[in-house]
């Protein structure tokens, strides 16, 4: 008995010509389709059935719990509603109703209105230049160039002039130089003429001296007042204020020999 089952109709299997879905894996149910259960994200397109929901239990709902007579019926609540007499209450005075402030035409400025109603001409302004642009756009400005030097005997686009340069005068080789290194005339002591040759006489200038006489002080002419001498003339009488005695003074009691 052969192994091969025998073949049921005209199809066999084989390669397919062309690609085909059933070759490739499919996304399953993982479309969010809109439910049909609950009362958000409803299917709008079916109909939605009534819904009940449970609500909490209550702590009091086991004990039965009455008012009782405890509300105050007002005196003027009949059966057939309030009673019709007329009543009034007083109140205090209300208010003066104040004057409405409308701004004047000195409350507007139409010159601050500027662009909003006057046709202007467009302006521009010139802001500094962020950090992000400047961190992503690395161009060497014009100060990183170094041009060659234009002065000076190195330069490279020019014709260099001749130049000078002016040093120091060498000790070493120059017309001045002393090679013996013997000693110039500053160099010796000048001897004072006075120890080969006559000396001549000499003076010296001594502060003044002053005779030695009496150091006591004399009084002088200004010291003097002549006016106030009356021994030489005639002196016009003159008079005192004496201490006014008291009456209560005790008098002084000397005992007399009788």
Sequence with gaps: MSSVEAWVGTWRPHKPRGPIAALYGSPGPKYALPGLTGSTYHDPTKKKAPMFSFGTRHDQASSIFSPGPRYLIPSNITRVGRDGTPAFSLYSRPK??????????????????????????????????????????????????????????????????????????????????????????????????????????????????????????KPGPGAHFPELMALTGAKAPSFSFGLRHSEYTVPLIVNKDE
């Design 96 to 217: 003066d109703l104040g004057m409405f402030q409308v701004p004047g035409p000195g409350q507007y400025s139409p010159e601050s209105s500027g662009k909003s109603v006057l046709r202007s001409c467009p302006a521009y302004s010139l802001a500094g230049r962020s950090k992000e642009e400047g961190a992503n756009s690395q161009v060497p400005g014009p100060a990183s160039y170094t041009l060659p030097s234009m002065l000076g005997p190195k330069t490279v686009v020019t014709s260099a002039a001749p130049a000078y340069s002016l040093y120091g005068r060498s000790k070493n080789g120059s017309f001045h130089e002393d090679l013996k290194k013997t000693p110039g005339p500053a160099a010796y002591r000048v001897v004072d003429p006075c120890i080969y040759r006559v000396k001549p006489p000499q003076f010296s200038m001594t502060g003044r001296n002053f005779t030695p006489g009496e150091t006591t002080k």
